[in-house]
């Protein structure tokens, strides 16, 4: 039996997840031993195997020359299998069951290691789905697409419009909520405000259009971001006219259950940011519009003060300002873009 003349250092978790220890051991049998020290196993060495976390078993000491110090291994019970990064990745999006993948602390914690390797073999896992599927749109015809959700759309079409309503919404629900924790500011013009944002999203229909794939024809208004065929591709990093991957990110939610799953951890993210700079630029106008008309020498000049709705809208809810990201190319680190001024005079 071929052995390493030193010892490696490993680390060494369970199938959970839940518990990882440093081994360091010269050969796999001394790895076996130390972890049924570790882990406190009523197992023999022959009971137990060790996978990597894409699913390859290390089963001879020829293989186990080739890895590299601090590789992540998997202990398993002989004749069992753990499940690889890419179906925890796909049960973890579909448990959570949330739009913002970066949501949830369990997506946190699995995207904090090695992020871009797991989204590729991600990518791996949904590869050779059968795209003839892609056309169809009624729920009697693609009964496993709809599996899993509670939801009335008798089309895909109708479920994704509503799914990007829901992300428009949410964006407006939190700017709200945000503004109003502000108690310094006008109360009368901040509810006029939110009220002729809510009426511009309700004449918009929420802007569901932009994953509907029946609206590829229309004008730039009311066209969607995706093709006709329903593939959308990543527009690339708030700081990049475009993906810059060689193999640029794109993905069709229309074709599988598990495209539309996964569809969840694709981003509309706002290049002048919502929290950071749109917020404080509406705060600002609001604040200011009122020192203005306060001030008696503003008011002898008879002119009229307007907060800038349009454009508030505009940032906030539309394409001029939002971007459709694959996760890898979703920065979330300070935006540069500047906000407003949302003051007209």
Not at 234 to 257: A, F, M, V
Request: charged share 35%; net charge positive.
């Amino acid at each position: 039996m071929m052995t390493t003349s030193s010892s490696k250092g490993f680390k060494v978790t369970d199938a959970e997840r839940k518990t990882r220890v440093g081994i360091a051991a010269k050969d796999l049998e001394e790895l076996k031993i130390k972890t049924i020290q570790k882990f406190k196993l009523k197992l023999t060495p022959s009971e137990i195997n060790f996978q990597l976390p894409d699913g390859t078993f290390v089963e001879t000491n020829d293989y186990f020359e080739t890895l590299k110090s601090h590789t992540l291994l998997i202990w398993v019970k002989h004749g069992e299998i753990a499940h690889t990064d890419a179906e925890i990745l796909y049960k973890t999006i579909r448990d959570v069951n949330q739009e913002y993948l970066t949501a949830g602390e369990k997506i946190q914690e699995f995207f904090s290691e090695n992020m871009k390797s797991k989204v590729y073999k991600l990518a791996e896992l949904l590869r050779g789905i059968d795209d003839d599927k892609s056309k169809i749109s009624l729920k009697s015809e693609h009964p496993e697409w709809f599996d899993g959700l509670d939801t009335s759309a008798k089309t895909k079409e109708d479920y994704m419009f509503r799914k990007a309503q829901d992300r428009i919404r949410t964006f407006f629900y939190r700017t709200k909520e945000e503004l109003r924790k502000h108690t310094e500011l006008p109360q009368d013009e901040l509810q006029f405000l939110l009220l002729e944002l809510n009426n511009r999203l309700k004449n918009s229909k929420y802007n569901g259009h932009y994953f509907d794939r029946r609206k590829w024809h229309e004008d730039d208004i009311l066209k969607c971001i995706c093709n006709e065929s329903g593939n959308f591709s990543c527009q690339g990093r708030w700081d990049k006219e475009r993906c810059l991957y060689e193999t640029s990110h794109q993905i069709n939610p229309y074709r599988s259950r598990e495209e539309r799953i996964v569809f969840q951890c694709w981003n509309l993210d706002h290049v002048k940011e919502r929290s950071r700079s749109i917020i404080p630029a509406i705060r600002e106008a609001l604040k200011h519009k009122l020192t203005l008309e306060n001030a008696k020498n503003f008011a002898s000049l008879k002119k009229e003060i307007y907060i800038d709705t349009k454009s508030i809208y505009n940032d906030l809810f539309t394409t001029k300002n939002l971007k459709l990201v694959h996760i890898v190319c979703h920065d979330k680190g300070a935006h540069n873009e500047k906000a407003g001024p949302y003051l007209l005079i």
